[in-house]
């Protein structure tokens, strides 16, 4: 690379994450002009004006509803996160709201916060006291496990492993996700048949359409009575004042979620973390390595992984002149770009297209230099979004 790629940087990342990217091929800043990329992790960029510069956006986290996909879609930008990379951190937030609601924490950390240390009968105050938070043990009980990706199996795995037995539901699980389930977790056949089964039920899906207000004031009375509610996936997942008047009417046991809201707030079976799930410095440095090296290899080689909106799509180097395409996935693009190539001169060496939903792929390795004047027509075939030249000099 003749010049170095300008990386602008919208959060704190990870300094780990951060030397992926040395400084002899990249200028990584909070304030550059024309950056080539965008990595983010939880700054707004709906009403950020975005250069055309801009060629990928990455997100250190799994969530990109901070980002306007679609529009970075429409311009043949992709949009990546690191899916996976918080898993343990979460799954370690899910097991501790477990044992808080179970073990009645909240209640008896107040409780022990609230005494009168000054007084001679604090030993016969504690004792007399204690029974009001009086608990259960996890070992023997049901947990519910909607969602069954990354974090979702290793929730399911450290369950296990406390005794509990594991209810676990995803209709769309994916064949790495089914590997790495435990052989203990029953499959159920719906939400209704969790929620029906379980005596803590904990969600593990992203938001969107089909699951805004997945629990909800027509399923809450499906539950058992007591039942533990944890949601450390999406706010938008679970019909809050459904769950309020629940836990009001003493049916639900506890909602214990990441996502405090006015309408939750000091709610004595309402136990709300300050949005921690990814809080851990392990998380934030594996969410900024996985990120960066996804940027890297897309900015030097054209290869994708990990995009929200596009195909995964990677192809080793067998030359050292490559062209990465980005279009709509239309009929007929392969044989328009191949045709442009071919009336080059230009001897294709290696090719790879796939697709996801509207959009589309392409790499090309071809034998020679690729002019600016076929990088023109290429760009020019109608339902093209975006044409990169990536040269490569070590190939």
Known sequence: ????????????????????????????????????????????????????????????????????????????????????????????????????????????????????????????????????????????????????????????????????????????????????????????????????????????????QATRNLVNVDNIGMMRAGTVLLNFSRDGVVDNPAVLASLSAGYLGHYVCDFPSALLHRHPRVICLPHLGACTREAEENCAVMVADQLSDFLENGNIANAVNFPGVTMARESAYRVAIANANVPNMLGQISTAMAQAGLNIHNMVNKSRGDMAYTLVDVDSAVSGAVLDDIGAIEGVLSVRYLPHTSV
């Not at 950020?48 to 311009?75: F, H, K, L, W």
């Not at 004792?127 to 938070?133: L, M, V, W």
């Open 1 to 208: 690379m003749a010049e170095r790629l300008k990386i602008l940087v919208l959060n704190q990342i990870s300094s780990k994450g951060l030397d992926r990217l040395p400084a002899e091929h990249y200028v990584t800043s909070t304030d550059v002009a024309l950056p080539d990329a965008v990595l983010v992790r939880s700054a707004d960029m709906h009403k950020m004006e975005i250069p055309s510069s801009v060629r990928a956006i990455a997100r250190a986290g799994a969530g990109t509803n901070n980002i306007p996909v679609e529009a970075m879609s429409a311009r043949g930008v992709p949009v990546f996160n690191a899916p996976g990379a918080n898993a343990n951190a979460v799954k370690e937030l899910v097991i501790a709201g477990m044992l808080m609601a179970a073990r009645q924490l909240s209640g008896a950390l107040r409780f022990v916060d609230e005494l009168d240390t000054g007084r001679g009968d604090l030993d016969k105050t504690v004792e007399s006291g204690k029974s009001a938070f009086a608990g259960f043990e996890l070992a023997g009980q049901t947990l519910g496990v909607v969602g069954l990706g990354k974090v979702g199996c290793l929730v399911a795995d450290a369950a296990i492993k406390l005794g509990m037995n594991v209810l676990g539901y995803d209709p769309e699980i994916t064949v790495d996700a089914a590997w790495s389930l435990p052989s203990q977790v029953k499959k159920a056949g719906s939400v209704t048949e969790v929620l029906r089964s379980a005596h803590f039920v904990t969600l593990h899906v992203p938001l969107m």
